[in-house]
């Protein structure tokens, strides 16, 4: 795990993890009761126990100067992107582009926040909504 400078972490935070990365860059606020993980168990096989199937794993990556709200839980394989804001209780299933305000569950782009000028975070509302829709 990766942390940068200027970070701060609430309390009751959680982490899980089985091998792969979790990076925070500079400047993240991450609020109390959130969950990172960047492993989960594989669909089981019904005849066998959960805990006894293998893991899937993916890098979690959290953006500069980026804001997690209160309970939010963040799935492996995502990428949140700098400046974004991550709504309270909000489960992150999906990549997040840069500048944008996410929330609920799933997390969907709610809102695209002055200053982003990053391509990716063009039309992000359309383009997410979208995918998840
Ligand atoms: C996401 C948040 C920042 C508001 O962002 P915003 O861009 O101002 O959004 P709005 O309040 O205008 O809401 C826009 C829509 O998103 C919905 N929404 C807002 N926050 C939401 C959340 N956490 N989960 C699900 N939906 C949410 C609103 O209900 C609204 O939906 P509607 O258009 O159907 O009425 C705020 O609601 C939030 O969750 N803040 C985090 C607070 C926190 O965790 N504090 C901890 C102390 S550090």
């Not at 795990?1 to 500079?26: A, K, P």
């Not at 606020?29 to 066998?48: G, K, M, N, Q, W």
């Not at 992150?92 to 926040?113: C, E, F, Q, S, W």
């Amino acid at each position: 795990m990766q942390i940068g400078q200027n970070v701060s972490i609430g309390r009751y935070f959680g982490l899980s993890g089985v091998g792969s990365s979790i990076t925070i860059e500079d400047d993240v606020l991450i609020s109390e009761r959130v969950f990172i993980t960047e492993s989960y168990h594989t669909l089981p096989d019904a005849t066998y126990p959960v805990r006894h199937q293998s893991h899937s794993i993916g890098p979690v990556h959290i953006g500069r100067g980026t804001w997690i709200g209160i309970g939010v839980a963040i799935m492996p394989g995502v990428t949140i992107g700098k400046h974004c804001v991550i709504g309270a209780n909000s489960v992150v299933t999906h990549d997040v582009p840069p500048y944008t305000v996410a929330a609920g569950v799933p997390a969907k782009v709610i809102r695209r926040l002055d200053g982003g000028d990053d391509a990716s975070a063009q039309g992000a509302l359309g383009d997410q909504n979208k995918d998840n829709d």
